[in-house]
């Protein structure tokens, strides 16, 4: 069975571009969540999609944004890039929304320059 | 709000000895607790988890078992190898947050010398 796959692996981009991220699931996982990874802050709640619906939102500016396609994928779009928005970024997906645990994919290394 | 506090590293070890990693944390409801691992390069891994109290985690040689009356969730080893080297972060997810949200702690780096 795949774990979470996420795309790219890794990106470099510069300040004041957008980004998008991809985030397929584990097959039969409808709850995808997103999470922010730096050795400053640590892990970082984003945000939690179930059912092509936003369920639940981390405290993270309105640049930060995701959705969910009818087949449990998700992207997250960060606009306006900023040096501090380098990090890993780290999807996770479970059954349904409230049904732990969650299982990680590898993350995206995400690089400001 | 949530949170989790866990016992800074790096904890350095020389093989096969005993491992304790604190872990304690602050919730509204009655939270779920897991410990995650990650390894260079990688994502989290779930290492083994506790939903209420008095429960023990265990997986992998790894134990942990709830508190709540100390609100801990420490880990524990009896003989660590070099291939446990890694990040292991505390976490929990909160009943009452209905949701997936996994609060976290900062995480505690152990390196496991030969």
């Known amino acids: 069975k795949a774990g979470v796959t996420q795309t790219p692996r890794y990106l470099i981009k510069t300040r004041g571009q957008q980004v998008t991220l991809s985030c397929s699931p584990i097959s039969g996982h409808r709850s995808v969540s997103w999470y922010q990874q730096t050795p400053g802050q640590g892990l970082q709640f984003l945000f939690e999609?179930?059912?092509?619906?936003?369920?639940n939102k981390g405290n993270f500016p309105g640049r930060f944004s995701g959705r969910q396609f009818s087949n449990s994928r998700s992207e997250m779009n960060v606009s306006t890039l900023e040096l501090g928005d380098s990090a890993l970024y780290l999807c996770a997906s479970s059954l349904y929304q409230g049904i732990q645990p969650q299982h990680f994919g590898d993350g995206t290394r995400l690089s400001i320059l | 709000g949530d949170s989790v506090t866990q016992m800074e590293g790096p904890v350095t070890l020389s093989e096969e000895a005993f491992l304790t990693i604190n872990c304690t944390y602050t919730?509204?409801?009655?939270?779920?607790l897991f410990w995650y691992v990650q390894y260079p390069g990688e994502g989290l891994q779930l290492l083994l988890k506790?939903?209420?109290?008095?429960d023990k985690g265990s997986n992998k040689g790894f134990e942990a078992t709830y508190r709540k009356e100390t609100t801990s969730f420490h880990l524990e080893k009896g003989s660590v190898q070099v291939s446990d080297s890694a990040v292991y972060f505390c976490a929990l997810s909160d009943q009452n947050n209905a949701g997936n949200m996994l609060t976290f702690g900062g995480g505690t780096r152990l390196m496991v010398k030969p």
């Open positions: 999609y179930f059912s092509e619906t936003q369920r």
């Open positions: 919730a509204t409801g009655y939270p779920s």
């Open positions: 506790a939903t209420k109290a008095d």
